[in-house]
C-alpha cells in the first residue's frame, strides 16, 4: 500500500512558464510535508516544505500548497528555468516519527 | 560543513557475500537515516540512530541486514548474504534535531549491485 503517490511519472514545460507538481497521499496520520529534488548522481537535496496547519508555503520561485481534505499536495515553479529539470519527490511524515515516506518522483524537463 | 558523505560510492559483489557501507553525517546533527532506492521508485526507509540509539526499522530490513552506529557520529549498514533483490542504491541522510522543518540531508548513495 503506496501512502504517497505521485501519479505523473514526468512533466514537460518551457522555460519561463509554470511548473506543476503533484503528489497524493492516503495516511490521514501525516502533518508534514516536504518536497526533495534530485540531479543524477547525487542524494536528494531539501526544497520546501508545509506543516499541515497551512495551506501554503511561499519560498522564492517556490510554493507548496496543501488541501488536506483532498489529501493532496502540489508544488508550483514560477517562472521555471532549466537549472529546475530534476526529478522531484514528495515526502510525507508525522510530527514525532523519525521517517519520512516517499513518492516515486516525478522528473521534470525545462526547456529553453 | 561537508556534508554527508558515503563509502563505497559503487560496490559489486557476488550472491552469497557480505558488504558493508559507511555514512560520515554532518557532524552537528544526532539523527542518521538509511533509505534504499531501486530505479523508479523513492527512497524507502530502513533504519535510523537518534545519537547512537537505533529509534525504528522497517519490516523491510530483514535479519540480514543490520545498522550500528556506534559512538553517535558515524554509521555502518551491513548486507549479509547477499541476494539480488539487494541490488540497489543505499541513501544515508541526517538531520538536526526533531523539530520542524525536518528537513533530511542526504548523501549521494552508495549503489550496490549484487551479481
Known amino acids: 500500500d503506496q501512502q504517497v503517490k505521485q501519479n505523473s511519472p514526468s512533466l514537460s514545460v518551457q522555460e519561463g512558464r509554470i511548473s506543476i507538481l503533484n503528489c497524493d497521499y492516503t495516511n490521514s496520520m501525516f502533518d508534514y510535508f516536504l518536497w526533495y529534488k534530485k540531479y543524477p548522481a547525487e542524494g536528494p537535496t531539501f526544497l520546501i516544505s508545509i506543516s499541515s496547519i497551512k495551506d501554503k508555503n511561499e519560498d522564492g520561485r517556490f510554493t507548496v500548497f496543501l488541501n488536506k481534505s483532498a489529501k493532496h499536495l502540489s508544488l508550483h515553479i514560477v517562472p521555471s528555468q532549466p537549472g529546475d529539470s530534476a526529478v522531484y519527490f514528495c515526502a510525507a511524515r508525522k510530527t514525532n516519527a523519525g521517517k519520512s515516506t516517499f513518492g516515486d518522483g516525478t522528473t521534470l524537463t525545462v526547456k529553453p | 560543513d561537508t556534508g554527508v558523505s558515503q563509502d563505497p560510492r559503487h560496490k559489486i559483489t557476488k550472491r552469497g557475500q557480505n558488504v558493508t557501507f559507511r555514512c560520515d553525517p554532518i557532524s552537528e546533527h544526532n539523527r542518521l537515516y538509511w533509505y534504499r532506492q531501486t530505479l523508479g521508485q523513492g527512497p524507502e526507509f530502513l533504519t535510523y540512530f537518534q545519537n547512537e540509539a537505533q529509534l525504528e526499522k522497517s519490516r523491510l530490513l530483514s535479519d540480514r541486514f543490520s545498522a550500528e552506529r556506534p559512538k553517535g557520529s558515524f554509521s555502518t549498514l551491513e548486507i549479509q548474504r547477499t541476494e539480488q533483490g539487494d541490488s540497489a542504491m543505499y541513501l544515508c541522510?541526517?538531520?538536526?534535531?526533531?523539530?520542524?522543518?525536518?528537513?533530511?540531508?542526504f548523501g549521494p548513495g552508495t549503489r550496490l549491485t549484487v551479481t
Open positions: 541522510a541526517s538531520s538536526l534535531g526533531s523539530g520542524a522543518p525536518y528537513e533530511q540531508y
